[in-house]
């Protein structure tokens, strides 16, 4: 066998096998994405904001002198006391009150 036939041979191999090896990557890729999935994780929801978290700042406030300040805000959602704030309105309450004094 002369050596263009051997070289021929070698490199024919090669091919198949290169071959193989695209092919067992591109299963290996399938096997990942299906583990993955396509899609990223949504964030967490963030928790929600309970009428305790409220109530220590406004205390908080409250105790630095901005106690008409905080029965404003309390009357601005709707209601004379803290127990009345519908949960739903926390979240802007708590913001609200945040920056009182700030400036």
Do not use: W, Y
């Amino acid at each position: 066998m002369g050596k263009m036939s051997e070289l021929d041979i070698v490199m024919r191999d090669f091919h198949a096998a290169c071959d193989a090896v695209i092919a067992s990557c591109k299963d290996v890729m399938v096997i990942c994405e299906s583990i993955i999935g396509d899609k990223p994780e949504p964030p967490p929801a963030p928790k929600p904001i309970t009428l305790e978290q409220v109530r220590a700042v406004l205390a908080e406030k409250s105790r630095n002198g901005h106690t008409a300040k905080v029965r404003e805000l309390l009357e601005k959602h709707g209601a004379a006391k803290l127990s009345e704030i519908d949960p739903k309105e926390f979240a802007s309450l708590l913001s609200e009150a945040e920056v009182l004094g700030d400036g």
